[in-house]
């Protein structure tokens, strides 16, 4: 009897010590979850504000060309196009 009780107490105890290893690991699982979170809400503010700077650096580029007396038509028409490209985008941000 002594061996029986012996075996079920070392299993009971070897249960337990999986059972934390589990929790342990899940709970590892969680802050990866997490952390993997952050870091794609991250890459997409810093690709919001590589695109502003891009838009923003167009216009600079643009505004330099008016200052430069190179064909003004030319640069309304661009202008213009910009403006569309930036309706357009808020249009869809207020749909989502």
């Given amino acids: 009897m002594?061996?029986?009780e012996t075996s079920v107490t070392g299993i009971e105890f070897k249960v337990r010590q999986l059972a934390d290893e589990v929790m342990?690991?899940?709970q590892l699982v969680r802050e990866g979850d997490d952390r993997c979170r952050e870091l794609e809400e991250a890459l997409k503010n810093k690709e919001t504000i590589i695109n502003n700077l891009k838009e923003e650096n167009k216009l600079i580029r643009l505004g330099n060309r008016l200052t430069e007396g190179n064909d003004s038509a030319e640069l309304?028409?661009?202008i213009n196009q910009m403006i569309r490209t930036i309706d357009k985008s808020l249009e869809i941000l207020r749909r989502e």
Avoid: I, S, Y
């Fill in 76 to 78: 309304k028409l661009k």
């Fill in 24 to 26: 342990r690991l899940r």
């Fill in 2 to 4: 002594f061996d029986f």
